[in-house]
T-cell receptor, first 113, second 113 residues
Framework: NAGVTQTPKFQVLKTGQSMTLQCAQD?????MSWYRQDPGMGLRLIHY???????DQGEVPNGYNVSRSTTEDFPLRLLSAAPSQTSVYFC????????????FGPGTRLLVL | KNQVEQSPQSLIILEGKNCTLQ??????????LRWYKQDTGRGPVSLTI?????NTKSNGRYTATLDADTKQSSLHITASQLSDSASYIC????????????FGKGTKLSVKP
């Protein structure tokens, strides 16, 4: 199993550009999430999904869109990038939301100029 | 407000020594408490998960304790190795939803030879 994969590993954008961060998992997990990690702060939840076709907002959803058309994929879209979105983005998945282990991807480092 | 506080912020120890990291939380309702290890430039990896009824959980040289009455947890690392250098993140689940995971800011541990 590849686990949770993310692409790209690193991206530079100009303000106003759009892009999609890809996330895929091959563990047949229902639950998937997107987090951002900034220096001096804990991981913050952007959006999450409890299954194909179902998404919900987290703590910091503004400026980001998600969709979940398949169990495996959970892309994160930045519609109009802003410097405040410079961060490291992590995708995570789990079988459930109780005591189940949450698996994280390797992260995408995004720089918005 | 649900919060997870970790101490110390950073810690330097010599290889072979033991250390203990602290986590205090004010989260309600409480579902479970997790400890993650995050190597530099990588995604977090789960070390332990404890529910209300579990007061200790081990994973190799890592031992986590939980006192649900005082709302405190600790992560004890025995006979530290250079590979233990990482950030250790305490996460408390406030319920059965990925939207309810409260992340601490982490403790950065450096193990020196």
């Amino acid at each position: 199993n590849a686990g949770v994969t993310q692409t790209p590993k690193f991206q530079v954008l100009k303000t106003g550009q759009s892009m999609t961060l890809q996330c895929a998992q091959d563990m047949n997990h229902e639950y998937m999430s997107w987090y951002r990690q900034d220096p001096g702060m804990g991981l913050r939840l952007i959006h999450y999904s409890v299954g194909a076709g179902i998404t919900d907002q987290g703590e910091v959803p503004n400026g980001y869109n998600v969709s979940r058309s398949t169990t495996e994929d959970f892309p994160l879209r930045l519609l109009s990038a802003a410097p405040s979105q410079t961060s490291v983005y992590f995708c995570a998945s789990s079988y459930g939301t109780g005591k189940e282990t949450q698996y994280f991807g390797p992260g995408t480092r995004l720089l918005v100029l | 407000k649900n919060q997870v506080e970790q101490s110390p912020q950073s810690l330097i120890i010599l290889e072979g020594k033991n250390c203990t990291l602290q986590c205090n939380y004010t989260v309600s309702p409480f579902s479970n408490l997790r400890w993650y290890k995050q190597d530099t430039g990588r995604g977090p990896v789960s070390l332990t998960i404890m529910t209300f009824s579990e007061n200790t959980k081990s994973n190799g040289r890592y031992t986590a304790t939980l006192d649900a009455d005082t709302k405190q947890s600790s992560l004890h690392i025995t006979a530290s190795q250079l590979s233990d250098s990482a950030s250790y993140i305490c996460v408390v689940s406030a319920g059965r939803s990925q939207g309810n995971l409260i992340f601490g800011k982490g403790t950065k541990l450096s193990v020196k030879p």
